[in-house]
């Protein structure tokens, strides 16, 4: 069901203007927070409510409009206390993978993004964040405390810094080297001659491909179709890529759009909207043992088979934010020490398992072909619900992880099983890596 626009609460400004950087220890910021996006707001905010002082850094007005949208299952944005900055939910949810529907029978929603952006920014107005604006260029640590220097020449010192800029960070290191997977999709915002989804309807996956011929079916990678109707004879409609390395073209996505349309008999009669849409999926797990800490895109916390990071934002930021709290009161830490319980705190031993795993899994996905791959969701949506929404949302503890996927290779069909045991290419180093993430 589209629910109606919910109204944003009101916005307390955040300072605009660049303030003077703490001048001694003692008034010294606790955490620094690089960034401006959904991760750096949502560990601000967790911070604060711990009592910590926290600056954060922006490249321009922290109040301006994000650029994407997010998507979240519903439970989940329940689960956070944040259900009511949803500005549509549905509860008609369903994919295809073959003739009929497979229906979820979990809600999904979209965020209004500006609303979520202002229910954190007023926390932080609340609790007396100072915003800086600049680049961050450069970082500099010391025994107790680290300093960030911007582009503009400020330096703005904290005793711990977060580095929330996103799926390429400008301080956290990772492993370089490995190739990595980008989702990629092409959608826009419309009106259109017919519905291109049922009223009130949010499609997930839309893998039916009659528009395409036998050879590009066989012989190119699989695409989808990710659609929902927006109320008010708006829809939006988006072709999808899971997951490929070099990822899928901009071009092709909209050409097979354009197609899955016009076969449906549908045209498009007004855009309002056009996403372009490309991150990392499945990026390596960053060093655990540098000195500044990351969150969201910059801590490679994107889910590697689903794609979805906010729920994971929603969710983890409590216990980054216990880890520094509990870090930085302890006095027997310096720095370097803080930095590595923060990091703990992240990405603790179940959860690089679980990343390795999901990476695992996504290296098998993107092998399949389109047949196959249909015939892996449809196992995979027909698992009980707890199941295939925990896998989805990351929530599943391993040992029910490892059940969920001995019980989907159970009841799978053969061509999928196969495709599951036969190790090609970098999957057994992956599947190493769950010992020994
Ligand atoms: C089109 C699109 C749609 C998506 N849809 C969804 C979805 O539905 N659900 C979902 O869960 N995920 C979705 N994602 C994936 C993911 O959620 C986003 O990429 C998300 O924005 C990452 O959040 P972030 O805060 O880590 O990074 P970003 O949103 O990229 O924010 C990074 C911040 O750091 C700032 N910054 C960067 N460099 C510096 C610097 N040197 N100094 C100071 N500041 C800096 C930037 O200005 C920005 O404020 C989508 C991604 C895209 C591209």
Not at 151 to 158: H, K, P, S, T, V
């Amino acid at each position: 069901m589209v629910r109606p626009r919910t109204e944003a609460p009101a916005l307390t400004s955040p300072s605009a203007s660049p303030a003077a950087a703490p001048s001694g220890p003692g008034e010294r910021a606790d955490v620094l927070v690089v960034g401006s996006g959904p991760a750096a707001l949502a560990i601000a905010a967790a911070l604060v409510e711990r009592g910590l002082r926290v600056e954060a850094l922006a490249l321009d007005d922290p109040a301006a409009p994000w650029a994407n949208t997010y998507g979240i299952w519903g439970p989940e944005a329940d689960r956070a206390g944040l259900g009511h900055l949803l500005e549509h939910r549905w509860s008609n949810t369903v994919s295809w993978f073959g003739a009929e529907p497979t229906r979820h029978g979990i809600d999904y929603g979209l965020f209004d993004k500006r609303a979520l952006q202002q229910h954190w920014l007023a926390l932080l107005a609340a609790a007396g964040v100072v915003w800086h604006r600049g680049r961050a260029v450069e970082i500099a640590h010391h025994s107790c405390h680290s300093v960030v220097t911007t582009a503009g020449g400020d330096r703005l010192a904290a005793r711990l810094v977060v580095d929330a800029s996103g799926h390429e960070p400008v301080f956290v290191q990772r492993p370089q080297g490995e190739p990595i997977a980008g989702q990629a999709a092409y959608g826009l915002v419309g009106r259109f001659s017919a519905a291109p989804v049922e009223s009130g309807q949010f499609v997930l996956m839309d893998f039916r491909a009659d528009h395409l011929s036998e050879a590009e079916r066989q012989d190119e990678p699989p695409s989808f179709l990710y659609a929902m109707d927006l109320g008010e004879e708006r829809f939006f409609v988006e072709e999808t890529s899971l997951a490929l390395t070099p990822p899928l073209s901009f071009p092709l996505l909209r050409e097979r759009l354009e197609r899955r349309l016009a076969h449906a008999g549908i045209a498009v009669e007004a855009i309002e909207h056009e996403e372009f849409c490309l991150f990392p999926m499945n990026l390596p797990l960053p060093d655990l043992d540098q000195r500044v800490v990351g969150f969201g895109g910059a801590a490679s916390m994107v889910h590697p088979a689903s794609g979805y990071l906010v729920g994971s934002l929603l969710r983890r930021a409590p216990d980054l934010a216990d880890a520094i709290a509990a870090a930085l009161a302890d006095p027997a830490l310096d720095g370097a020490a803080q930095a590595r319980q923060a990091w703990e705190g992240l990405w603790p031993l179940e959860l690089r398992r679980r990343h390795a795993l999901f990476r695992f899994g996504l290296e098998k996905l993107m092998r399949y072909p389109e047949d196959q791959l249909r015939a892996f969701f449809t196992t995979f949506f027909a698992l009980p619900h707890q199941e295939w929404s925990g896998f989805l949302t990351n929530t599943l503890p391993l040992p029910r992880l490892v059940g969920a996927m001995v019980r989907l290779f159970a009841t799978a069909p053969w061509s999928v099983r196969w495709g599951l045991i036969e190790q090609r290419g970098r999957e057994p180093g992956l599947l190493a890596r769950v010992l020994a993430p």
